[in-house]
């Protein structure tokens, strides 16, 4: 791990790093309370399309956790996002995409529309990588002595549940998990997301927005009825995809300190 820079303000610590997972560089942030020492809770936090891992949502969030709960948090850049960008034209245009779909029918029947193929193929692939490199950025993490053995949680909606819920599903020192924003349909790889999330056994606090630009209703519904945990719920607000009032961080925080505990 490589400390590129460091600051402390209002009694966070933020340090740009970057990880080195097989042969590629995953640029991270680490927050943790100034001067913190020994282990505590943790959250790993995944970014949604066409952001990073400095996004204002990511560092508010991260921040906030930091100083309502002592936790520490960490983002890292998703391949093919933020500093690991290797086609800025083609990510301009991704981003205006998404744009153009959140600004379409918002009556909540809007089904997913077809996409290229190639480009979908490439998405499958990049969300399989960025799920395997939470792992192996996790295995670093525990090596930092103001965060040790966590415990950790996860929080990541839209494409950070598409990376996120297999992640979450498959390494098991994830003790709970905020997930949302997406849902099941026939898009492609989703046979293995789907599995993924039947194969899901810690407690899943699920966000909806009943009028998503991106996901149907049903589709929404059917991604959590798959979700295989018994301890679960479902927070649905009206409003589109990027709507999600701020007052849900609220429920995020009681959510992670019942089950990640205090420090």
Same mark, same amino acid.
């Given at each position: 791990?490589?400390?590129?820079?460091?600051?402390?303000?209002?009694?966070?610590? /933020? %340090? %740009?790093?970057?990880? %080195?997972?097989?042969?590629?560089?995953?640029?991270?942030?680490?927050?943790?309370?100034?001067? +913190?020492?020994?282990?505590?809770?943790?959250? *790993?936090?995944?970014?949604?399309?066409?952001?990073?891992?400095?996004?204002?949502?990511?560092?508010?969030?991260?921040?906030?956790?930091?100083?309502?709960?002592?936790?520490?948090?960490? +983002?890292?850049?998703?391949?093919?996002?933020?500093?690991?960008?290797?086609?800025? !034209?083609?990510?301009?245009? !991704?981003?205006?995409?998404? /744009?153009?779909?959140?600004?379409?029918?918002?009556?909540?029947? *809007?089904?997913?529309?077809?996409?290229?193929? $190639? +480009?979908?193929?490439?998405?499958?692939?990049?969300?399989?990588?960025?799920?395997?490199?939470?792992? !192996?950025?996790?295995?670093?993490?525990? $090596?930092?002595?103001?965060?040790?053995?966590?415990?950790?949680?996860?929080?990541?909606?839209?494409?950070?549940?598409?990376?996120? *819920?297999?992640?979450?599903?498959?390494?098991?020192?994830?003790?709970?998990?905020?997930?949302? @924003?997406?849902? @099941?349909?026939?898009?492609?790889?989703?046979?293995?997301?789907?599995?993924?999330?039947?194969? @899901?056994?810690?407690?899943?606090?699920?966000?909806?927005?009943?009028?998503?630009? @991106?996901?149907? %209703?049903?589709?929404?519904?059917?991604?959590?009825? !798959?979700?295989?945990?018994?301890?679960?719920?479902?927070?649905?607000?009206?409003?589109?995809?990027?709507?999600?009032?701020?007052? /849900?961080?609220?429920?995020?925080?009681?959510?992670?300190?019942?089950?990640?505990?205090?420090?």
């Amino acid at each position: 791990m490589d400390v590129i820079e460091e600051t402390t303000a209002k009694g966070v610590t /933020e %340090r %740009r790093v970057d990880l %080195r997972v097989g042969e590629e560089i995953v640029p991270a942030m680490i927050w943790t309370p100034e001067g +913190a020492d020994g282990p505590r809770p943790t959250v *790993l936090i995944g970014h949604g399309g066409t952001q990073h891992k400095q996004a204002p949502n990511v560092v508010a969030m991260a921040r906030r956790f930091v100083r309502h709960l002592g936790y520490a948090a960490v +983002a890292t850049d998703a391949p093919g996002h933020g500093d690991r960008i290797v086609d800025p !034209a083609m990510a301009e245009l !991704a981003r205006k995409n998404l /744009e153009a779909r959140l600004a379409g029918d918002t009556s909540g029947r *809007l089904a997913v529309p077809d996409r290229d193929p $190639e +480009a979908m193929r490439a998405m499958v692939s990049r969300s399989r990588q960025g799920t395997k490199e939470w792992s !192996a950025v996790l295995d670093q993490l525990v $090596e930092l002595p103001e965060i040790g053995n966590g415990p950790f949680g996860y929080w990541g909606v839209s494409m950070g549940t598409s990376i996120g *819920l297999p992640f979450v599903a498959a390494d098991s020192r994830i003790t709970a998990a905020v997930l949302g @924003l997406n849902g @099941l349909s026939d898009r492609p790889g989703q046979e293995a997301f789907g599995d993924a999330a039947r194969s @899901l056994t810690v407690p899943i606090l699920f966000m909806f927005q009943w009028d998503d630009e @991106l996901m149907t %209703r049903q589709s929404g519904l059917d991604l959590f009825d !798959a979700i295989g945990s018994e301890d679960k719920s479902m927070v649905i607000h009206p409003g589109g995809h990027v709507g999600t009032p701020l007052y /849900e961080r609220d429920l995020y925080e009681s959510f992670y300190v019942r089950h990640l505990g205090t420090v």
